[in-house]
Nanobody, 127 residues
Framework: QLQLVESGGGLVQPGGSLRLSCAASGFTLNNYAIGWFRQAPGKEREGVSCISSSGGRTDYADSVKGRFTISRDIAKNTVYLQMNSLKPEDTALYYC????????????????????WGKGTLVTVSP
């Protein structure tokens, strides 16, 4: 059974950093792209970052480029999202998701509804 569990969210001041983790079980990362998405109250879900099944391709939303970094640890079957220079507008519920079809993180990954989702971890950026 495929399962994704996010962790690492919390309250942080503007300019601070957090590292989110997405622990995968029931499947190997080598066959799935992993995406990070977020949803703020009253707004639609948006794609934040994606890492391909090979780990060789990464992509980022323009709003987080240069501040966020996606990576993975195959031995731990875990994907990370390092978030630096956080802004209040980064406040959202962050989800990780997995999909085998969009395994290369093609340009449309941000709007493609991935197959498997975690329950999310809350990030709040506030003074």
């Amino acid at each position: 059974q495929l399962q994704l569990v996010e962790s690492g969210g919390g309250l942080v001041q503007p300019g601070g950093s957090l590292r989110l983790s997405c622990a995968a079980s029931g499947f190997t990362l080598n066959n799935y792209a992993i995406g990070w998405f977020r949803q703020a109250p009253g707004k639609e879900r948006e794609g934040v970052s994606c890492i391909s099944s090979s780990g060789g391709r990464t992509d980022y939303a323009d709003s987080v480029k240069g501040r966020f970094t996606i990576s993975r640890d195959i031995a731990k079957n875990t994907v990370y999202l390092q978030m630096n220079s956080l802004k209040p507008e980064d406040t959202a519920l962050y989800y990780c998701a997995a999909d085998r079809l969009v395994s290369s993180c093609p340009h449309f990954w941000t709007t493609y509804d991935m197959s498997y989702w975690g329950k999310g971890t809350l990030v709040t950026v506030s003074p």
